[in-house]
């Protein structure tokens, strides 16, 4: 029970992953539905591969013979992740994801007290938005006494995904949530201004999973959580003709930024800023990070954060990430 699997590892962040995760030493199995691009893939980095689908329980449980931590990079994930969650219980794999989307966060949470029974940790969002967001909130709620309420917004700069696209378009909902005293509720469409370092621009309030990751590693009950995009982020039109991702070179040029506000008690306001990579080199390099902490023993049973599990900190250990207080 030594082993690493990635599944959805020929896809375009799954491929970024294998890639760090194997460059690392960590001992991995690639895994995912198609045989051919598995097996160039799996020559390529020197690895072992498993082929199966997400129809067949039997299958999946032999498949997880000598796996003691799965990565499910295979979006959609309301397609996937009940599916490898409940194998994972099944056979005592802990479990990571790159999921942005919030019914994955919901799931893990539903799922809390049944993986803690079982000894099986859940960790979605081991890398990506999640990681980044909730280090950076973390920080900044740890600068106060009593913080009572965090606003915290991402600029995701560059293009997306063909996958994160998709994703994105199938869990796009219409009302937007925050937290507010401990309950997510909707609000109405807001626009406020932030400071990502180089003026003050519009961002957008969104729902994001990181209402739910925030709460449970800080437990400050009121949250709202924005985004700017610039670049052509969120691509419009016919989604399956998009290329897989961007370029390496379009990654490089693109860099993520993001910005807290976090008020106290007393109604004292300290902001810190957070300046990394692209988010796929982010994501990529965060999740096979966490999986290889992992899988060394850097874990707990039932629904984890990045920030809970592995500190404030975490972040910084990625790339060349800064926290900075403003």
Same mark, same amino acid.
């Given at each position: 029970?030594?082993?690493?699997?990635?599944?959805?590892?020929?896809?375009?962040?799954?491929?970024? *992953? +294998?890639?760090?995760?194997?460059?690392?030493?960590?001992?991995?199995?690639?895994?995912?539905?198609?045989?051919?691009?598995?097996? /160039?893939?799996?020559?390529?980095?020197?690895?072992?591969?498993?082929?199966?689908?997400?129809?067949?329980? +039997?299958?999946?449980?032999?498949?997880?013979?000598?796996?003691?931590?799965?990565?499910?990079?295979?979006?959609?994930?309301?397609?996937?992740?009940?599916?490898?969650?409940?194998?994972?219980?099944?056979?005592?794999?802990?479990?990571?994801?790159?999921?942005?989307?919030?019914?994955?966060?919901?799931l893990?949470?539903?799922?809390d007290? /049944?993986?803690?029974?079982?000894?099986? &940790?859940?960790?979605?969002?081991?890398?990506?938005?999640?990681?980044?967001?909730?280090?950076?909130? !973390? =920080?900044?709620?740890?600068?106060?006494?009593?913080?009572?309420?965090?606003?915290?917004?991402?600029?995701?700069? !560059?293009?997306?995904?063909? !996958?994160?696209?998709?994703?994105?378009?199938?869990? &796009?909902?219409? /009302?937007?949530?925050?937290?507010?005293?401990?309950?997510?509720?909707?609000?109405?469409?807001?626009? %406020?201004?932030?400071?990502?370092? %180089?003026?003050?621009?519009?961002?957008?309030? *969104?729902?994001?999973?990181?209402?739910?990751?925030?709460?449970?590693?800080?437990?400050?009950?009121?949250? /709202?959580?924005?985004?700017?995009?610039t670049?052509?982020?969120?691509?419009?039109?016919?989604?399956?003709?998009?290329?897989?991702?961007?370029?390496?070179?379009?990654?490089?040029?693109?860099?993520?930024q993001?910005?807290?506000e976090?008020?106290?008690?007393?109604? =004292?306001? *300290?902001?810190?800023?957070?300046?990394?990579?692209?988010?796929?080199?982010?994501?990529?390099?965060?999740?096979?990070?966490?999986?290889?902490? *992992?899988? +060394?023993?850097?874990?707990?049973?039932?629904? %984890?954060?990045?920030?809970?599990?592995?500190?404030?900190?975490?972040?910084?250990t990625?790339?060349?990430?800064?926290?900075?207080?403003?």
């Amino acid at each position: 029970m030594n082993k690493l699997m990635i599944y959805g590892a020929t896809g375009y962040t799954g491929r970024l *992953v +294998a890639e760090h995760a194997a460059a690392a030493g960590t001992n991995i199995v690639l895994a995912g539905r198609s045989e051919k691009p598995l097996a /160039e893939l799996a020559s390529q980095l020197g690895v072992e591969y498993r082929v199966f689908a997400l129809d067949d329980d +039997a299958l999946i449980d032999r498949s997880l013979t000598g796996v003691s931590v799965i990565i499910n990079a295979a979006g959609p994930f309301l397609r996937t992740a009940k599916i490898l969650i409940e194998a994972t219980i099944r056979n005592g794999v802990h479990y990571i994801d790159t999921a942005a989307e919030l019914d994955s966060y919901r799931l893990a949470e539903k799922l809390d007290s /049944e993986t803690k029974a079982a000894g099986v &940790m859940l960790l979605p969002g081991g890398g990506g938005s999640v990681a980044m967001l909730g280090s950076l909130a !973390g =920080h900044a709620a740890a600068r106060v006494h009593d913080p009572r309420r965090i606003r915290i917004a991402m600029h995701v700069a !560059g293009g997306m995904s063909r !996958g994160s696209a998709i994703s994105a378009t199938e869990n &796009m909902t219409a /009302e937007t949530l925050a937290r507010v005293d401990g309950e997510l509720v909707t609000v109405p469409n807001n626009i %406020q201004k932030f400071d990502f370092g %180089q003026g003050a621009v519009d961002s957008f309030q *969104v729902t994001l999973p990181d209402l739910i990751t925030i709460w449970r590693a800080t437990g400050v009950p009121n949250i /709202e959580t924005f985004v700017h995009v610039t670049g052509g982020a969120f691509p419009q039109g016919d989604l399956s003709a998009l290329p897989d991702g961007p370029t390496e070179e379009e990654r490089q040029a693109n860099r993520y930024q993001a910005v807290v506000e976090v008020t106290d008690a007393d109604g =004292h306001v *300290v902001r810190s800023i957070l300046n990394t990579v692209n988010g796929y080199n982010f994501t990529a390099i965060a999740v096979a990070e966490a999986g290889r902490r *992992v899988l +060394a023993g850097e874990a707990r049973p039932g629904f %984890q954060t990045p920030a809970g599990l592995f500190g404030n900190g975490f972040a910084e250990t990625i790339a060349d990430t800064t926290i900075a207080d403003l």
